[in-house]
């Protein structure tokens, strides 16, 4: 009988724990164990302390500056710093651009580039979704027209996560208006000073503006930014979705979030409650059976036998269950959640943990309505399940 | 039970939605919030000359004949266009007491737009209405009021409080204006984006005279006050959730992907109309929760008020989650009015008893 | 402020509750609350009690025997019969065959088969599905060819409740295999006991038989048995479905298995469980939303307002609401229910309630999980909702 | 913790799968229900001969140095078989009491096939395994054994009961043959259509050294056979649960309704990817279960187990459902095997603790 849990992978773990203890700025946790929504310097300085242990990119080839992590180490150093209390490490970069430009970039790309996000010094975001290409990404409309050594690109890219304080983007543009939808597509690499560039912040409902349209207007890009070869982005944009999803079962913060359930419970004298036990106890049970699965779903990926649309499985239910917990949250505040104001959250981070998190954890609530519309929605994900795992 | 509209009520229903349709889209509702009030004093003058404060309330306590049915055709129409008027705060709670406690006079300045009232009721630690923490003790002629109110609806711009606190030992309802000294009025911002105040009266003084309520009179009148509140949070709800839902089915039938309108997708087309489904049963628990206000109270209706608040806010919520998931992106944006919905029902859903409030309750006068 | 509740009608609440208090067998009723399967003459009995009192036909016209029941009437028959505990009125002959017979039957046919169903003499079966035509009625195959004075059926029914006690079926049959499938079906009665019909009991899997294949095999129908005009067949079936559905909330047996669930608790001592308290509790907030909901329609129908998809909103939460309480019956069996045998239920029927009932109870769980396919299956009602409620 | 097979594991696999592909199919599952014993005597021993009976058990007990991971692939194999042969209540249940009491001599008989045995130790009144109201007296030089059993799986068959009840106030586990005096075996229908007995003991006869176990010994012994047959119960509905996801599967890609294979419908596809969910996550609470019982007994491991069985049981029962709503009318039928999975699902959710039971115990162990 094998298991995931090596003993080298065990007392991996202990390490990143142990650094968390010692290194997480207490100001940050408090930030992240309140609910509260983060700065971009909240996110710099964390990522920094990460990036000088050289953990940034620990699932990184070690030529490209990572560790070589397994897939099992980049499970547990995600859940470990999750459960600790660090803030969500920003994907765009690490998870999603640098990996595309390693495996299908150019040499020149590779150097100008990878750098950059190793050391955190380069704040990327994702251009994909469109006001009218949103599930269906195939019908993206943003034009890139090559002009000589550059890229005219115009058109809109929508739902871009903090692009406000992005220094890059990477997009996906149509190269050829007459290839059938999924053909046609380039994969293009964005400085966000380039004129033309108009970032707009959009509001969401929990009353902060995480997400952005960006706005082209005959923005002229050097064609030594378009990734791999032109009219081939699709299959790069695939390869990256599975990685964004791997992720997506977010065990940790859950179990973080019945932490605090429980101690919000204690404070307002619910928590002798039978129906608050029970609740709980599910909520465990789903928990568990989601690590299980993610377990594994990581000893298929390090078995070589995995088969590709378990991502969308943990996908479905990670997003589900944390939205369910994350709303249940608010159901133990009681009308103490209806004193609502994102404003005076945000003037206030620092306050001691009792005074904001109950402002916290709404905040966190209605943000968590957006990870089952995010990354390919659950509808889209039941779809490739349909199709891809059981052929229908 | 279920019941039809007289052509009286009908009538009140089209004027209602018809003026809200004229004076209510999204940019003015934004604009009303912005507000010092958090709501539009203008639209709160308008509805009074219109007769809405007064319909609910019968001829003999000033008003124009109406009862729990015109109030829940203005609390739906209201919550079908997401007002931000507080017509529960300062309309239902304050001329329910107004109105059981035989304050006439108060009622038609209410009814008028006269004077904005507003109920200081709840409290951050105790459980019952009927138990308030608060207390009035003897001072001079008059009496001085200790203590501390939370989530006074309309208390933001109230002339006047109505507070709930113990006299002698026994629950009374006192009449306090809110700009006398040791009133403490801090508005906050509540969750469905309009505002709200906690209240603190440190030796606020009053005259015996402004006890409205006392002895055996007061608890009947706060528990009328919490029935009516009921209702009237089932109705707006049921209202909120048809704006969620008929915005979301016009989005199925707009929205084009993959070449599609999305409406014409199975999966979809079975989730809205599990919505219909959830609606259609809320519009009808809320007929009963009003149907039952005009039951004697007691147990019975205590059971019904109960099940109709779990039975509505069950089904409004489940529709608020589908909207903002069934738009996907642009259900999280501030700018649809989608998550103005969803906050409103939830918001409505922890008020005057949460699921857990009013399971409990079922669960004791279970038959 | 009206409501269906006129004094008129609480008086005739009051007369079917005394009726059946008087006249319901004991033994039939004890059959019934301890959710034994009834035999034949059980139902027949019963109904011979109901064909005396004029109430069998109650909702049809006087001309035709009946009592002019309004919907109203019709409905609060139906739920003081079931809440007493009365068995499930077969609807094949009063509710089905009858209207169509007498909505658009001849004079002929009203005279012949009218008076054998308001006098309880001719047990009738509904031949509709067929195995390749379930939920897609149109696609069925059952062929009926003109021979002078006779139509040939050839063909096989499927899911005939109750086609094994039954005297005479109503079928669709198809007349012109030209044309499109919804045109060329024609709307038979034929008499079961014509040679060439066999009839094939199906054993379902709570263990008893109610349900049977039907087989045709050139049998020679009589062309006068052919209701209205030929292929127009599909024009009274769905006159005839729109019948069916609108009884399909049953509150009345709904409210009558939470009454057992409170005795089956009492006795395995678990009614003061607060899991089960709140499960009671919110199972009777769904009821009063489907009673609610039942008497809301009921008033669209009196006022001439009904726009035809209120059936299916009654369809899809009746026989949803009734799985759930009858499974969770078993769940409060507990193991006691994993002693479970239709032969003996069926040879002790006559046995104290105590001694059956978990049997009973288990025999009724596992059989009400049909409703939520019959009928229309319930996904064929949200596609019914989804087009003709909301236009989609 | 998830693990994987080793090749030795995964040969036992392949061989179980195809010796009851090559026995098993519908016909045959319905006439060795028709035996007397409600399953087949000549499989049985088969399955000894072909070393299934020992494979779960270590070589020190006598068994073929497998342990849980072997009895859950049978246990998988079979519930996807839906096999009528007790491995449960005559392998499972009896093999981990011999093992754990040290009986080797009967244990090797039950591992042949020689014997039959099964486990009485549930009874109608006693919520608690650990507290019969069964007791065992003095009498001569040996005991006398008074009680009632219930639920006894196997007992329609089997040689030898192995009986719990108190001995001097305490737990003891008794051998009786079946045969002596005073015991009145009562064989029943079970809903999952199989056999199983109550069984009164009335003055059975048996000697001093047939007592297997007592004192702080027969605790351990029993809790560690319900751990067992948890993790059995776990893996056997989640063979039953694959089986119905399978045949559903194949009859949405068979079945054509409307003109066209039901399985292109997206609100069937979105159906069929809940089921394909839930399967995957019974797949890793029931390897989960069997993983635990690797772990010393105690608190932990009850934990773990319970969320187990609330998690596949509820995840089996929702494929259960499911698969009889999407296959309509035909699975409602007892031709087709979709109600014999459905009923085995639910008898194995309500066997060894149903929800309520392990909902209260996670709730008392709650960290």
């Keep these: 009988m094998t298991t995931i849990w090596t003993p080298e992978l065990r007392a991996f773990r202990d390490d990143v724990r142990a650094f968390c203890e010692e290194n997480l700025p207490a100001d940050i946790r408090l930030k992240v164990l309140a609910g509260v929504p983060l700065t971009r310097p909240d996110h710099m300085r964390w990522q920094d302390i990460l990036a000088g242990k050289g953990w940034l990119v620990g699932f990184w080839p070690r030529a490209y500056g990572g560790c070589d992590w397994s897939a099992a180490e980049t499970y547990v150093f995600q859940e470990e710093t999750t459960s600790s209390g660090a803030p969500w490490l920003l994907p765009f970069g690490v998870n999603y651009v640098g990996p595309v430009i390693y495996t299908y ?7 100008e580039h990878l750098p950059g996000i190793t050391s955190n010094e380069v704040f990327w975001c994702q251009g994909y979704s469109e006001p009218n290409a949103g599930s269906d990404l195939a019908g993206l ?12 690109v115009n058109g809109t890219k929508i739902w871009t996560t903090m692009a406000h304080w992005a220094d890059w983007i990477f997009c ?35 009353g902060d503006s ?56 204690a404070r307002n004298g619910k928590n002798n409650s039978p129906r608050l036990k029970d609740r709980l106890s599910r909520f465990e049970v789903d928990l568990l059976a989601l690590e299980q699965t993610t377990l594994r779903v990581l000893g298929a990926i390090l078995a070589g036998e995995a088969r590709g649309h378990e991502a969308s499985v943990l996908k479905i239910r990670g997003s589900a269950i944390l939205q369910q917990i994350s709303d249940f949250a608010v159901d133990v505040l009681g009308t103490e959640a209806l004193s609502y104001d994102p404003e005076w959250l945000r003037e206030n981070a620092g306050m001691p943990l009792e005074e904001i998190e ?12 957006a990870p089952t519309i995010w990354g390919g929605s659950n509808e889209i994900q039941r779809n490739i399940l349909a199709k891809h795992a059981l052929g229908l | 039970m279920v019941f039809s509209l007289t052509p009286e009520q009908a009538m009140l229903q089209e004027s209602a939605s018809r003026f809200l349709g004229d004076r209510y889209d999204d940019a003015a509702r934004r604009r009303f919030r912005a507000e010092d009030a958090g709501f539009s004093l203008d639209i709160w003058q308008e509805i009074a000359r219109l007769g809405w404060l007064g319909s609910g309330f019968s001829e003999q ?21 997401l007002m931000s008027e507080p017509l529960l705060g300062s309309m239902v709670l304050p001329g329910s007491v107004l109105a059981e406690a035989g304050s006439y006079d108060d009622l038609a300045h209410l009814i008028e737009g006269k004077s904005l009232f507003a109920v200081a009721w709840d409290e951050p630690e ?4 009927l138990e308030p923490a608060t207390v009035a003790e003897p001072c001079g002629d008059g009496l001085a009021i200790h203590g501390e109110k939370k989530l006074v609806l309309g208390g933001q711009i109230a002339d006047v409080l109505l507070v709930t606190a113990k006299l002698d030992g026994r629950l009374a309802i006192l009449r306090v204006q809110s700009d006398v000294g040791g009133v403490d009025v801090r508005t906050h911002r509540t969750l469905d984006g309009g505002k709200a105040a906690n209240v603190r009266f440190d030796s606020a003084r009053i005259d015996r005279s402004d006890v409205l309520a006392s002895g055996n009179e007061a608890p009947a009148v706060v528990s009328e006050m919490l029935a009516r509140a009921i209702a009237a949070a089932c109705a707006e709800s049921l209202g909120a959730a048809r704006n969620l839902h008929d915005r979301t089915l016009d989005y199925l039938k707009l929205r084009v992907q993959f070449g599609r309108r999305i409406g014409e997708f199975q999966a979809l087309q079975h989730r809205m109309a599990d919505m219909f489904i959830a609606l259609e049963e809320a519009q009808s628990l809320s007929m009963m929760a009003t149907a039952a206000l005009e039951e004697p109270n007691g147990d019975h209706r205590d059971r019904i008020l109960s099940a109709a608040k779990i039975g509505v806010m069950g089904r409004a919520m489940h529709i608020g989650r589908e909207a903002i998931q069934l738009h996907g992106g642009v259900g999280m944006t501030d700018e649809l009015p989608i998550g103005d919905g969803y906050k409103r029902i939830k918001s409505l ?16 006068l279970a038959v």
Tied chains: 1, 3.
């Design chain 2, 126 to 129: 105790q459980p019952s209405a």
């Design chain 1, 141 to 152: 409309k943003t034009r890139a027209v090559r002009d000589g050594e550059y890229y005219i």
């Design chain 1, 105 to 111: 970039g150019s040499t020149d790309q590779k150097a």
């Design chain 2, 61 to 81: 306590r000033g008003g124009f004949g109406g009862g729990p049915i015109e109030t829940m055709i203005l609390m739906e129409a209201a919550g079908n266009a």
């Design chain 1, 172 to 206: 996906l543009v149509r190269t050829d208006a007459a290839a059938v939808p999924q053909r046609g597509i380039s994969f293009l690499l964005i400085d966000l000073r380039t004129r033309g560039v108009t970032i707009q912040p959009i509001k969401s409902i929990e």
């Design chain 1, 210 to 265: 995480h997400l952005n349209q960006v706005f082209f207007e005959d923005v002229r890009v050097p064609a030594r930014n378009l990734v791999g070869e032109e009219n081939k982005g699709w299959t790069y944009a695939k390869f990256l979705l599975g990685h964004e999803r791997v992720l997506s079962a977010e065990v940790g913060k859950a179990r973080r979030y019945l932490r605090r359930i429980k101690r919000l419970a």
């Design chain 2, 349 to 364: 859903s922890l008020m005057f008893g949460d699921e857990d409030f009013h399971l409990d309750r079922m669960n004791s």
């Design chain 1, 358 to 369: 109950s402002m916290g954890v709404v905040s966190e609530a209605l943000y968590t309505r």
